[in-house]
Nanobody, 125 residues
Framework: QVQLVESGGGLVQAGGSLSLSCAAS????????MGWFRQAPGKEREFVIG????????SYADSVKGRFTISRDNDKNIMYLRMNSLRPEDTAIYYC??????????????????WGQGTQVTVSG
């Protein structure tokens, strides 16, 4: 069982930066692929970025390539999301998620077993 808690959301102006963290409980965090998803009002939850269990493989949605960076510290059981050059369309609730089954980074939300409660990111234009 893994529990995930996001932090670091907030309000930022367009062009600004924000960092999110996802703290995980449980000793198996280091074996799981992890991902960040987001959901804007009236829209479906979408994949943003993901990282393999050892950090060796990352996967990005086209909309965030070159702007967002993902990393993880398996010793501390924390995953990070660094968001630069934020745009109003990045406004959403951001969720971290853990996939206990796959060695690769999936972009499908159904493949993730554990979810955080979400943190709001608002980018003003």
């Amino acid at each position: 069982q893994v529990q995930l808690v996001e932090s670091g959301g907030g309000l930022v102006q367009a062009g600004g930066s924000l960092s999110l963290s996802c703290a995980a409980s449980g000793r198996t965090f280091s074996r799981y692929a992890m991902g960040w998803f987001r959901q804007a009002p009236g829209k479906e939850r979408e994949f943003v970025i993901g990282i393999s269990w050892n950090g060796g493989v990352t996967s990005y949605a086209d909309s965030v390539k070159g702007r967002f960076t993902i990393s993880r510290d398996n010793d501390k059981n924390i995953m990070y999301l660094r968001m630069n050059s934020l745009r109003p369309e990045d406004t959403a609730i951001y969720y971290c998620a853990a996939d206990s089954s796959r060695m690769y980074v999936s972009r499908r939300s159904d493949d993730y077993d554990y979810w955080g409660q979400g943190t709001q990111v608002t980018v003003s234009g």
